[in-house]
């Protein structure tokens, strides 16, 4: 298995501009996770989904971000209007279910930066 | 709410030995720990899970405690290797109804010397 895919790994973009992360779950997980990386926070978790629904969402900082997964194979972390201080790494996870027992896979990441 | 601490936040150790990385945590109502690693660039790599119901875990040099009643876990690595150089995350699960997060540490960056 390929694991966890996001896109792009790397994105630059000005204020304003709209950022579509993009993530491909592995193959036969049920659950998939979005977490933001920073030095000042570590880590956090944004939103979560059980079979392509959204179960918590109570990271999400504002409603400049929103969460998509409209199949079990793809899920897409959206921010509109983009700031600075939305820089960041953000990471993609995935489990064969939310709950205790499964460990969760993370894909590379993707670097923001928003000038 | 939950709180995730790892002390100390860098550590420099000479390669061979023995060492110990630590994590404490706050609410002691968890369900699972996990120890992660994460080298520069990259995303996190799940090293150990311990269930609640478990006081350790290990996978070859690699050995996880747990201990729920004090909120503390360890890593112990044996006979460190340059390797081993990376960032160990410590993060945990806590019980909240139907509700599944787990909270991170900031991670203990660790530096082998030769």
């Known amino acids: 298995d390929a694991g966890v895919i996001q896109s792009p790994r790397h994105e630059v973009t000005e204020m304003g501009q709209e950022v579509t992360l993009r993530c491909k779950p592995i193959?036969?997980?049920?659950?998939l996770f979005w977490y933001r990386q920073t030095m000042m926070r570590g880590l956090e978790l944004l939103i979560y989904?059980?079979?392509?629904?959204?179960?918590?969402d109570s990271g999400m900082p504002e409603d400049r971000f929103s969460a998509k997964m409209p199949n079990a194979s793809f899920s897409t972390l959206k921010i509109q209007p983009s700031e600075p201080r939305d820089s960041a790494v953000y990471f993609c996870?995935?489990?064969?279910?939310?709950?205790?027992?499964?460990?969760?896979?993370f894909g590379p990441g993707t670097r923001l930066t928003v000038l | 709410k939950q709180e995730v601490t790892q002390i100390p936040a860098a550590l420099s150790v000479p390669e061979g030995e023995n060492l110990v990385l630590n994590c404490s945590f706050t609410?002691?109502?968890?369900?699972?720990l996990q120890w992660f690693r994460q080298d520069p660039g990259k995303g996190l790599t799940s090293l150990l899970l311990?269930?609640?119901?478990?006081r350790e875990q290990t996978s070859g040099r690699l050995n996880a405690s747990l201990d729920k009643s004090s909120g503390r876990s360890t890593l112990y690595i044996a006979a460190s290797q340059p390797g081993d150089s990376a960032t160990y995350l410590c993060?945990?699960?806590?019980?909240?109804?139907?509700?599944?997060?787990?909270?991170f540490g900031k991670g203990t960056l660790l530096t082998m010397n030769p």
């Open positions: 996870a995935s489990s064969l279910a939310a709950n205790s027992y499964n460990e969760q896979f």
């Open positions: 193959s036969g997980h049920n659950s």
């Open positions: 989904f059980n079979n392509n629904v959204p179960i918590d």
């Open positions: 609410d002691s109502a968890i369900y699972n």
């Open positions: 311990i269930q609640s119901s478990q």
């Open positions: 993060a945990v699960i806590s019980s909240g109804g139907s509700n599944y997060k787990l909270t």
